[in-house]
């Protein structure tokens, strides 16, 4: 399986949070589950913590590349045709970091392991929640 993890998706299992269903535990840990994060999310952390919703026990910049390595995590690089596509695609919302990473998962197709139900609910999205 070749998941593309969604922001919340990548911290809370990063961070053992108990949020993470165990469906997505067991998935994400899978080792035959190939894992990918946009640079969205990377992007998204460094906005939580700039705005003090999230902390982090170091360094954002050292924890992403901690965690990068840590669960060979694959970078899905953004292009143009991401870009074009995040303003094709159907959603009920605006919100650029989802259309982003939606337009990220459909371009490498990938599986998206979210839980956002805005992100569920588009049928025409492959999800793992």
Avoid at 9 to 16: D, R
Avoid at 52 to 70: A, F, H, T, Y
């Amino acid at each position: 399986m070749k998941l593309l993890l969604d922001t919340h998706i990548w911290l809370w299992y990063a961070l053992g949070d108990s949020q993470l269903s165990e469906n997505l535990q067991s998935a994400v840990a899978s080792s035959t589950t190939e894992l990918w994060l946009s640079p969205v999310s990377i992007w998204e952390v460094l906005l939580l913590v700039e705005k003090g919703r999230i902390s982090l026990q170091v360094d954002p910049i050292n924890w992403i590349n901690q965690s990068l390595k840590s669960f060979a995590i694959r970078e899905a690089p953004l292009n143009h045709q991401i870009a074009i596509l995040s303003r094709q695609i159907e959603l009920p919302h605006q919100d650029p970091a989802d259309r982003f990473i939606a337009a990220t998962a459909i371009h490498y197709q990938l599986q998206l392991a979210t839980v956002d139900t805005r992100l569920v609910a588009a049928t025409w999205l492959p999800t793992v929640s």
